[in-house]
């Protein structure tokens, strides 16, 4: 019995594959404490300035590894990434925010220092220098503090890449407590088609300072008679202010008749503010085929992962093998006399 025992405890073992780790990140970041920071919050900087005021953002750099890392820091103008998410990492494309000039983060913040080296087990301090102009405004500027950990000469030779692990802290400024009603505009709905993707997409801008959260957005497609032919819900989204993104809403294999359809959308936020919109489009014959192409492509079965397969038997042989070992192991026990 112990024989069969290490022999099937060894099966096993050769069968376990084998989990390498990647070394990670090797830093954290964390905001230290400002001078106009208001509310509880102090995972990032909710600062509440007055106009023409000036004040420092202190940054820690930690440096958990094992060897020097060197992290470069950027500021960026909070976005609506193509994810309807709030996203710091870019620089905004032309047209995606409509945030007067003077007032856009990456406007009103500097660096000193825009690169630092940390010792493995040390840390630094980034400084960020803000400078608000004499202007007045209600509800929120936001932005975020990017540290970007340099990749070292042998992570360059295996990725080719030059720069990996980065962390963000939002900012947001704001003057006031006054309340800002957002305002949402949805232009230029459509059904469109690219690289094989159609999609249901719509042009929306946020043409208020304030962020919606809690974003819900859901579209739908009626042909002629009524019928649904396509509907989506996207929640725990988030919207930048002042931004402006292309929702698209993937048909995925989807095929569309040509004729006449209406599109309708709508969008809430965990405020309960509501927005709707409704367009009808004309499908022709030549855009009704590149749809069903596009649909037909997608529907191409897509090759068998040997990997997922072979785990999954391995994962069914291990089952099997420990329910014969259980049952060897209970004939056994019945076989045993009781001791008296």
């Known amino acids: 019995?112990?024989?069969?025992?290490?022999?099937?405890?060894?099966?096993?073992?050769?069968?376990?594959?084998?989990?390498a780790q990647a070394d990670g990140a090797d830093f954290t970041i964390a905001p230290i404490q400002n001078q106009y920071q208001s509310g509880g919050n102090n995972s990032y900087f909710a600062l509440k300035m007055p106009a023409k005021s000036t004040t420092t953002l202190n940054v820690t750099i930690y440096n958990t590894?094992?060897?020097?890392s060197t992290l470069d820091v950027k500021v960026n103008s909070g976005i609506t990434d193509f994810k309807t998410d709030l996203s710091y990492a870019t620089t905004p494309k032309n047209g995606a925010l409509s945030v007067p000039k003077n007032l856009q983060f990456s406007q009103i913040a500097t660096i000193p220092q825009k690169s630092v080296t940390v010792a493995p087990g040390a840390q630094a301090t980034i400084q960020v220098n803000i400078a608000l102009p004499d202007t007045s405004f209600d509800g929120k500027i936001l932005g975020g503090i990017t540290v970007t950990r340099e990749m070292r000469p042998d992570e360059k030779a295996q990725t080719g890449l030059k720069s990996q692990f980065a962390y963000a802290i939002p900012v947001v400024i704001r003057q006031n407590d006054q309340a800002v009603?957002?305002?949402?505009q949805a232009n230029h709905l459509s059904i469109q088609t690219k690289a094989n993707e159609t999609s249901l997409a719509a042009d929306i801008q946020n043409v208020t300072a304030t962020i919606l959260n809690?974003?819900?957005?859901?579209t739908k497609l009626s042909d002629q008679t009524g019928h649904v032919v396509f509907t989506k819900k996207d929640a725990n989204h988030s919207i930048a202010p002042q931004s402006n993104f292309t929702y698209l809403a993937s048909l995925s294999n989807q095929t569309i008749a040509n004729g006449k359809y209406t599109y309708d959308m709508?969008?809430?936020?965990?405020?309960?503010?509501?927005?709707?919109?409704?367009?009808?489009?004309?499908?022709?014959?030549?855009?009704?085929?590149?749809?069903?192409?596009?649909?037909?492509?997608?529907?191409?079965?897509?090759?068998?992962?040997?990997?997922?397969?072979g785990m999954i038997a391995m994962a069914v042989?291990?089952?099997?093998?420990?329910?014969?070992?259980?049952?060897?192991l209970f004939k056994r026990q019945k076989k045993t006399p009781l001791s008296k």
Do not use: C, R
């Open 317 to 328: 042989m291990i089952f099997l093998l420990l329910g014969a070992l259980g049952y060897l």
């Open 181 to 184: 009603t957002p305002q949402l």
């Open 214 to 218: 809690g974003v819900t957005i859901e």
């Open 266 to 309: 709508t969008i809430t936020d965990d405020a309960n503010h509501k927005w709707t919109w409704e367009k009808t489009l004309t499908v022709d014959q030549q855009q009704s085929q590149k749809i069903n192409n596009a649909a037909k492509h997608n529907t191409i079965k897509k090759p068998i992962n040997w990997i997922i397969v």
């Open 1 to 19: 019995m112990k024989k069969f025992y290490f022999g099937f405890i060894t099966l096993i073992l050769l069968f376990i594959p084998q989990i």
């Open 65 to 68: 590894g094992k060897t020097p």
